[in-house]
């Protein structure tokens, strides 16, 4: 069964830093590129970027460039989404999401959602 | 960046009834780059639709959508109450990548 699995659920204050995961299984990792999505409470759906794991393209949304990095370990099937100093925020779900082999192809498998709360 | 605005924000209907919802794009681009999301409560969305009117594995064929260049719709036939949901559209055709704002769905 093909699946993304996310890391759990994380508090953290102003000015820490995180990382999330999202590990995958049942399809070869590398051929396939993998995203991250945004959504706040009662909100839509917002694309943050996407990763080719086989030689680390990363494309970023303008919206998110310099604010996070994703990246990936490909010995463990694992792609990340980082933070090097989180901001105060109302909570957010990030979903990690699988795209196609190629550019410009949905998202056809979502993970569960990790929440993040960033507040003092 | 593409906008897409849905129409209507929310659609309350009756089971049996049929839905209609609309996905608008700021600029045109090729159909082949355009999918529909289901979203059920406290869940991950999930793929509906891509290519505008290519239904996602186990799909029901309840579900169809069409469109081209500014303006796609995905119709619901046959409501049941397991459709609730927020039903979100994406274009794929150019980075970033975008979503409408959702519409969602009530059954009455």
């Known amino acids: 069964e093909v699946q993304l699995v996310q890391s759990g659920a994380e508090v953290k204050k102003p000015g820490e830093s995180l990382k999330i995961s999202c590990k995958a299984s049942?399809?070869?990792?590398?051929?396939?590129?993998i995203g991250w999505v945004r959504q706040m409470p009662g909100k839509g759906l917002e694309w943050m970027g996407i990763?080719?794991?086989?030689?680390?393209?990363?494309k970023y949304s303008p919206s998110f460039q310099g604010q996070v990095t994703i990246s990936v370990d490909t010995s463990i099937s694992t792609a990340y989404l980082q933070w090097s100093s989180l901001k105060a925020s109302a909570p957010a779900m990030y979903f990690c999401?699988?795209?196609?082999?190629?550019?410009?192809?949905?998202?056809?498998?979502w993970g569960q959602g990790t929440m993040v709360t960033v507040s003092s | 960046e593409i906008v897409l605005t849905q129409s209507p924000g929310t659609l309350s209907l009756s089971p049996g009834e049929r839905a209609t919802l609309s996905c608008r794009a700021s600029q045109s681009f090729v159909s082949t780059f355009l999918a529909w999301y289901q979203q059920k409560p406290g869940q991950a969305p999930r793929l509906l639709m891509s290519?505008?009117?290519n239904r996602a594995t186990g799909v029901p064929d309840r579900f169809t959508g069409g469109g081209s260049g500014t303006d796609f719709t995905l119709h619901i036939n046959r409501l049941e109450p397991e459709d609730v949901a927020v039903y979100f559209c994406?274009?794929?055709?150019?980075?970033?990548?975008?979503f409408g704002q959702g519409t969602r769905l009530e059954i009455k």
């Open positions: 049942g399809y070869t990792f590398t051929s396939y590129w």
């Open positions: 999401v699988r795209s196609g082999s190629g550019w410009g192809e949905p998202f056809d498998i």
């Open positions: 994406q274009q794929y055709w150019s980075s970033p990548y975008t």
């Open positions: 990763i080719y794991p086989r030689d680390s393209d990363t």
């Open positions: 290519g505008a009117s």
